[in-house]
């Protein structure tokens, strides 16, 4: 029980989650991280057992800096949610599925990306997605306003909007909202001559 969303701008991504952690009909954590960066240019948010998540995302973590090693230059957005995609159908295959539903938001040389993959091992390429028990009043907000020339900031604030609407509605989401962007590399690259 969450809410995530993902959001492609044209100066990078931006996701958004909420912070609460819930047991059942219980509140767990009210503190809970739902946004894990795995670098300084890609980051995954996270809905459903957060276990699950976290142990996928330390092995991917770990998968992309061996194959960056190997080859020497590093993998793109959409390698590293393949990455764990795999992971995701391996353990459906093994039949110790990871009860997960990951938003996967990085930028490289192709710009910003936003995939959705979940437990059976698939992703999609999305403009902006949405995951967790909030999701369908996030989805709301997002085809309401979600255009494709928003800037990063116009996106934080949309990523605020969608989870806050869900926040309302879905008792299994709540407690405050975490924001995070991820700038395209040109644009990283701009600021630093400054």
């Known amino acids: 029980m969450t809410t995530i969303v993902g959001i492609r701008t044209k100066e990078g991504v931006v996701l958004g989650s909420d912070r609460r952690a819930s047991k059942g009909f219980f509140i767990g954590s009210k503190i809970t991280q739902k946004i894990t960066k795995i670098?300084?240019?890609?980051?995954?948010?996270?809905?459903?057992?957060l276990s699950?998540?976290?142990?996928?995302?330390?092995?991917?973590?770990?998968?992309?800096?061996?194959?960056?090693?190997?080859?020497?230059?590093?993998?793109?957005?959409?390698?590293?949610?393949?990455?764990?995609?795999?992971?995701?159908?391996?353990?459906?295959k093994n039949y110790q599925p990871y009860f997960v539903e990951l938003l996967v938001g990085g930028v490289d040389q192709e710009g910003g990306h936003i995939f959705v993959a979940d437990m059976s091992g698939a992703i999609t390429s999305e403009e902006f997605a949405s995951s967790g028990s909030g999701s369908p009043i996030a989805y709301g907000v997002l085809e309401s306003i979600y255009?494709?020339?928003?800037?990063?900031?116009?996106?934080?604030?949309?990523?605020?909007?969608?989870?806050?609407?869900?926040?309302?509605?879905?008792?299994g989401s709540g407690n405050g909202i975490d924001v995070l962007t991820i700038p395209n590399l040109s644009l990283v690259v701009k600021e630093r001559r400054r």
């Open 39 to 49: 670098d300084d240019n890609l980051a995954v948010a996270i809905a459903g057992q």
């Open 52 to 92: 699950d998540a976290d142990y996928m995302v330390k092995l991917v973590k770990a998968e992309r800096n061996l194959i960056e090693l190997r080859r020497g230059f590093p993998v793109t957005v959409k390698e590293s949610a393949r990455l764990i995609a795999n992971q995701a159908y391996a353990g459906l």
């Open 147 to 171: 255009h494709k020339d928003l800037t990063n900031d116009q996106a934080k604030e949309i990523a605020t909007k969608a989870v806050a609407a869900a926040m309302e509605r879905d008792p």
